[in-house]
């Protein structure tokens, strides 16, 4: 590593490296700019390929092509409708016929029995995937805001609630570019303290994610990798967070090399050569654990994966080329007001690291017991959380027009009115399966419709009685599944919104019982081969998963008696303990390999302080900024989002504040050299000098004392 390290910050190559990713920026931006284009969010591209209701969709296209979405547009008036309200609508109805992005004969108006309000059906094209519904609903919208004075329309249904969850990701891009690149600046200036050196990380981050995006819409557009807002959005987290983490421990570490040599170009090759190691093991962890996702059921999951780690991947290729180039261009004036010179004090040794280190190693045993009780009872609020799925109404932090449309539908009429359940059987037994599906309990008898036929396949709809993203409609779903399937010979299927919702549900709890132990295992071997120990990367591995389930347990009790969520998403618990587990053992990976580092030259206990004292502030700073960048999440109206990005935010805080710099040191120093075992270093005597150590501020930065 050390000749590579040399070669990139060499005295000309570094213009080469510079010149290099200026003409790959610029070649690949376009392509960055068209990922948007490139995101599915329908249905299919979310749901496992072989759910039932996936294959519903399929099949359906035969009998209701999949880009035709019906909207529902609601009248209501208290006291019940006049005259006048029906002329209104019979007037709105006729103006529906026009619209452009009509897919058919629009139905209704279909009055609800207490008199109260009316519904009418509008299909429209979707040619474009459910995003592109948007421009008709808003004239939809536009058409009916002028009722008559007292009579209240709303435009809901299918259509409806896809235009705003659209409208709530629009600029998702750009939103979390400012947000997490603005977290990131000022961080970078609060590190620095310098007016200059901001930029150079900034840069490379935007190059990094320009990059990223590139080779993802290139992987969506030819080979059909999935991508959704939802991967997008967190590349976008993922590459700022830590491809400024990995830029934090190369400068800190090249600051230090500075104090050591008199040229630049050797300081920054001797910080590559130190600090790679690390960073190139954290990034392998990240993209292991991400890849792991690619096992998933879910299509949005496994889409996740790849993104993620191309994502990691690219930021760790132009932060150790990049930036060190670029450090190395503008040369040392770029830490002005303090500029690190040969010879001056290393801060790290006297400062508060140093010291919370000699305090911790006073009573290390009783510490880390009771920072690790600490974050057990924490853990406790994990019995809080509903990873159960999010209705309609509970997946928005803000209101939505739709939502207020669905609780009219609720209120005068069958609950899943413009949601129906679907019904797919053998056309030989139509007949058999619509009875059996009329009978179900939940279900509107007088709904299901005559079954149609086409190439031998019968298709059939019924409404549900009860809210389409309610618990009893979920009910009502698995009941209807078990009557339509018991019918001998029809290969009866069922789907609809309700079950898509249902069946991601329990797909995503499938994910998670598959997916964290794998990646619980992949991370793990990755800290063998690093560390080359078996007992560090199991005190390692506890230390993070104490640290997720306490940032999990804080994360459901301020979820629902804080912010109000109804749940989280059933995705939830994977996402989090993936970024989680996989960042969370980043920040212990650049500790304890520092910690080793020192151990062969100072003795395990020696080492262990003056890696705390020497990672300390930078490791830190790191956590700070990907608890910033994920907290950016928050910025989003979409609750999944805002529970994803406060969860991760606040556990990388656990884990940087109090389990690296606390529960980790104090179980090195109380474990002592059998933290290394079974290699030789677990086996070295401890030296004279570090039995006799004074545990003061100054411990960082005695010298070894020469033992026979």
Known sequence: MSQVAGWITHRYVKYVVIAFWLVVTALLGPLAGKLTSAQENDAESWLPADAESTEVLAAAAAFQPDDVVPAVVVYERDGGLRPSDQETVAADVAAFADLDGLAGDVVGPIPSQDGEAVQVIVPIEAPDGWDSLGPTVESIRTTVAQGADGLVPYVTGPAGLAADQSKAFEGIDSTLLFAAGGVVIVMLLLTYRSPVLWLLPVVSAVVALTVAQAVVYVLADRFDLTVNAQSAGILTVLVFGAGTDYALLLVARYREELRKHGDRHAAMAEALHRASPAIIASAATV??????????????????????????????????????????????????????????????????????????????????????????VASIGWLQLDPTGLSNEESFRTAQPSIAGEKVLEDHFDGGAGAPVVVLADASQADAVRVAFAGVEGIDADSVSEPVVTDGLAYLEGTLESAPDSDAADATVDRVRDAVHAVPDADAMVGGSTAIDLDAQRASAADNRLLIPIILLVVFLVLVLLLRSLVAPLVLMGTVVLSFGAAIG?????????????????????????????????????????????????????????GLAATGGVITSAGLVLAGTFAALGTLPVVSFAEIGFAVALGVLLDTLVVRSILVTALNLDIGPRMWWPSALSRRPEPTHARHAVDGPDAARQEPVPTR
Do not use: C
């Not at 990049?322 to 006297?350: I, Q």
């Open 287 to 376: 993209a292991a654990g991400m890849l792991v996702l690619l096992l998933a059921t879910m299509n949005s999951t496994a889409g996740l994966g790849p993104v993620a780690a191309i994502g990691i991947g690219v930021a760790l290729l132009v932060m150790l080329t990049l930036l060190p180039a670029l450090l190395v261009t503008f040369g040392r004036w770029v830490f002005w007001p303090k500029v690190p010179h040969l010879g001056d004090d290393e801060p790290t040794t006297h400062g508060v690291w140093a010291r919370i280190g000699a305090q911790v190693a006073r009573h290390p045993r009783r510490i880390w017991l009771a920072t690790a009780a600490v974050l057990a």
């Open 554 to 610: 804080i994360s459901a009790l301020v979820f629902r008696y804080a912010f109000g969520f109804g749940g989280t998403d059933s995705s939830f618990p994977l996402f989090t303990f993936v970024f989680l587990v996989a960042l969370g053992v980043d920040y212990n990976i650049f500790l304890m390999t520092r910690v080793r580092e020192e151990a062969l030259r100072l003795g395990h206990r020696r080492g262990a302080l003056v």
